[in-house]
């Protein structure tokens, strides 16, 4: 992790600060306490061994989720396609038909929304769970190793599966 | 635009005001008169809504941050820290033990991602994107698709047989992987730039019931697993990158 002067510890205390963010997307991710922290821990143990290619003005953070990816599951980032999503399709109607529809939605609990997210494909749920820690299209792209144009398309078939999942919650 | 509908990227952008100007009010008029696309912007703000405020933030618990801590403390130069105010002698064998544990640590860490890229190729449906033996035609798919030549010396013999390459990730890189085939065993080879790893110079170890070995050309790293003997492996590597 050099950045300035090779300083290993410097980028390392950075890492640190982002440590809740990267349990948060673990935790969402799996689903699991023990799984996230297992996660977690092997995530900065490989952000600490490729330390010194972190060069100045990586956006560590976004580096850090790119890392979880690939620790989550041996080639799991570049290998998404392997799982098309094609399980949360939506197979009913668009949802909602109408705007008691959007206040039910809005009315949804914690717990709802977490297992809906839950029952999302992983490719889906990652991308939505990247897009939910607000970073850029470009930074999903380059987290998930896919196109720009892609991470639109795939966010926005991810959001209407969630959607669809949420129907079920929202009765 | 569409006709009848925006499409759900275009409302998706418009509901986070996203959209260039000339867009956005092109895509405001349809929505104004749509009454589809008006409620599915309201859905869209709805969601993130919903996303930003449902969805439980969970902190770091503290036993995993201590843990997470003490490995950071662990790297070089806590380490020199610690040691430097003692006694010449044991200045010496403290720093050895220290280099040769972090050492020791950080090969494991590339050692156990290579075996990961080995699991993945005999566990994947599509092991390879490139089945082919000739290396003429693997060397070019490359191109584009990595930022780095992987050239290998070695073009696959009777004895090791080329079978395909893909593209993996390494950590936070892209990696040329080669499968080859000794009899029914494969071989996974990963080559990578490895001039910012701590990446040994030759390393032979047993890994989760495979046998590897890690080493260093230049500015690439390269490593080999398998489940084939580790003088098998070793005649390979031979053969990669001749001395």
């Known amino acids: 992790m050099k950045r300035r002067g090779g300083d290993t510890s410097e980028v390392g205390r950075e890492g640190l600060a982002h440590l809740d963010a990267v349990y948060n997307l673990a935790r969402r991710w799996t689903g699991s306490d023990s799984e996230a922290e297992n996660l977690v821990q092997e995530t900065y143990a490989r952000a600490f061994a490729a330390a010194p290619s972190f060069a100045p003005g990586t956006n560590l953070r976004a580096r850090l989720f790119q890392i979880l990816g690939n620790a989550r599951k041996p080639g799991m980032v570049a290998k998404a396609d392997a799982d098309d999503g094609r399980g949360d399709a939506p197979a009913g109607e668009v949802w909602p038909r109408d705007d008691s529809d959007l206040r039910r939605l809005r009315g949804l609990a914690a717990r709802d929304v977490e297992a809906a997210l839950q029952s999302l494909s992983e490719r889906h749920r990652m991308i939505v769970l990247l897009d939910v820690e607000g970073l850029a299209e470009t930074e999903v792209a380059q987290i998930l190793g896919i196109a720009a144009g892609t991470v639109k398309s795939r966010l926005a078939c991810a959001r209407a599966a969630l959607r669809d999942k949420l129907k079920d919650y929202a009765k | ?243």
């Open chain 2, 1 to 243: 635009m569409d006709h009848d509908h925006a499409t759900p990227e275009t409302l998706l952008d418009l509901a986070r005001d996203r959209l260039p100007p000339a867009e956005k009010a092109e895509v405001e008029r349809h929505v104004a008169g749509c009454e589809d696309c008006r409620r599915a912007v309201e859905v869209e703000r709805g969601l993130d809504g919903l996303l930003d405020t449902a969805l439980p933030r969970r902190a770091a618990p503290p036993s995993l941050v201590r843990r997470i801590e003490a490995r950071l403390e662990r790297q070089p130069r806590r380490g020199l820290v610690v040691v430097a105010g003692v006694a010449a002698g044991v200045i010496a064998i403290a720093a050895f033990l220290l280099v040769w544990s972090i050492r020791r640590d950080t090969t494991h860490v590339l050692l156990r991602e290579t075996v990961n890229d080995h699991l993945r190729v005999i566990h994947a449906a599509r092991p390879v994107e490139i089945e082919s033996n000739e290396m003429q035609q693997i060397k070019p798919w490359f191109t584009g698709r990595l930022d780095f030549a992987p050239g290998l010396a070695f073009q696959g013999d009777a004895e090791f047989t080329l079978r395909g390459a893909a593209v993996g990730w390494f950590v936070d890189r892209k990696c040329a992987v080669y499968v080859f085939a000794r009899g029914p065993h494969a071989i996974t080879l990963v080559v990578m730039p490895a001039a910012d790893l701590d990446w040994p110079r030759r390393s032979r170890a047993r890994e989760r019931g495979f046998e590897t070995l890690l080493w260093r050309e230049g500015d690439l790293g390269y490593g080999l697993v398998s489940d084939a003997d580790a003088a098998d492996l070793g005649k390979l590597a031979e053969r990669l990158t001749p001395r």
